[in-house]
């Protein structure tokens, strides 16, 4: 099974650029009510069936999955006008759109209607949506030397798998080694456990290599852009709609990549982008306001950054300068809880401090440079 995206927040408060975006949602158990009606009516029983509940009846059975993975395989290559999904072992199609249990479809060739190329292409896309959700975690583990968000997004990635990917071996033993390694974690954060089958361990070793999140070229983004605006005006559009438009494809108009979009175009894209970004830091700046660590939104901000690609922040207006400013915000709030906590013989953070500066940890501190 290959090991794929999901965005979420960290352990000490920290939120990935694609899990403040998106949507929480929501699951619980599905419940029932008996009403008793007034006068010689009879009693009735209102069944309330939850959202998880009501997806689990939605959900498309694992054949109509694979005749949609096909067909909208065909689709993506037609619209490129390519042969095959992968040149030189880099994608030629954008697949970051596609359903994630019709990549999974692709990648294990189910219904034995994908060809080799495809299969791997799938498997490129899972893998690069895991890395995208572990790159927030990352950036921010780097600054605090803890490791402990990074299973925590990990985690939920995890739990976010279709039936399918959760019926298999592979994914029972990397859900269990995830489980493992955050109940060690938590109760001696200054050892650094070694787990059979654990996917944030193989991410640490491609991520030294240079080999994680290897996204499409943006000139070939903005290619795809470019298409996607041209069909919107051939429909009757008036204006670009950019809804539907994933940050770095917003990036791609903002930055007026390869020159091949018009004024009004790039700038209600960078309008648009900026939007995005602001919405992003108030919605740290919320989640910040409910943690109990005084550098939770400097932590929010250094995840944000890191999750971006370096065509998002330059399209956002995310300098190197406001990286090394939530840095140096994070290190003070550190430093002056360190401080209070001597004061007052306790932790400000309300709880244990797993985190520690890495600036300052100790050779026997659990820190992510041991990966590293």
């Known amino acids: 099974m290959s090991t794929i995206t999901s965005s979420t927040s960290s352990s000490n408060g920290a939120a990935t650029y694609a899990a403040i975006l998106a949507a929480a949602q929501k699951t619980a158990k599905a419940t029932a009510t008996t009403t008793t009606t007034s006068g010689s009516q009879s009693s009735a029983t209102n069944l309330t069936l939850s959202d998880a509940a009501k997806a689990a009846l939605a959900l498309k059975d ?18 490129a006008k390519v042969q095959s999904p ?4 880099a994608l030629t199609i954008d697949l970051s759109k596609v359903d994630r249990r019709e990549l999974f479809a692709i990648s294990t060739n189910s219904g034995q209607k ?16 895991f890395d995208q959700a572990l790159a927030g975690p990352t950036a921010v583990g780097r600054v605090t030397g803890s490791i402990k968000g990074l299973y925590t997004a990990a985690l939920a990635y995890y739990d976010q798998m279709g039936p399918e990917e959760k019926a298999s071996a592979a994914y029972a033993d990397q859900r269990a080694a995830l489980e493992s390694m955050l109940t060690q974690l938590s109760s001696n954060p200054k050892t650094l456990p070694v787990v059979d089958n654990d996917p944030v361990a193989a991410y640490m070793t491609r991520l ?6 290897q996204p499409r070229a943006i000139a070939d983004v903005g290619n795809d852009a470019r298409s996607t605006l041209d069909a919107q005006y051939a429909a009757g559009a008036s204006l670009a709609d950019y809804t539907d438009f994933d940050s770095r494809s917003l990036a791609a ?48 901000i250094i995840s944000l950054y890191g999750a971006m690609s370096s065509e998002e922040r330059a399209a ?5 300068k406001l990286y090394e400013s939530a840095v140096a915000n994070y290190q003070t709030a550190t430093k002056l809880a360190s401080m209070l906590g001597s004061t007052t013989g306790s932790s400000v953070w309300g709880g244990s401090n797993e985190t520690t500066s890495s600036s300052s940890s100790s050779s026997n501190t659990m820190s992510i440079l041991n990966y590293l």
């Open 62 to 79: 694992f054949t109509t999955v694979i005749a949609d993975a096909r067909a909208t395989l065909d689709q993506l290559l037609a619209d």
């Open 86 to 89: 992968l040149k030189d072992g």
């Open 114 to 129: 994908f060809t080799a190329d495809e299969q791997k292409s799938a498997a490129i896309e899972l893998q690069n949506r």
């Open 208 to 213: 030294s290599a240079g080999e994680t999140g």
């Open 253 to 300: 108009v903002a930055l007026n990549t390869g020159g091949n979009f018009t004024a009004t175009e790039v700038r209600n894209a960078s309008s648009e982008m900026r939007s995005r970004s602001g919405a992003a830091l108030l919605a740290g700046l919320k989640n910040s306001g409910t943690s109990s660590d005084p550098a939770a939104f400097a932590s929010n």
């Open 316 to 320: 956002a207006g995310w300098s190197d």
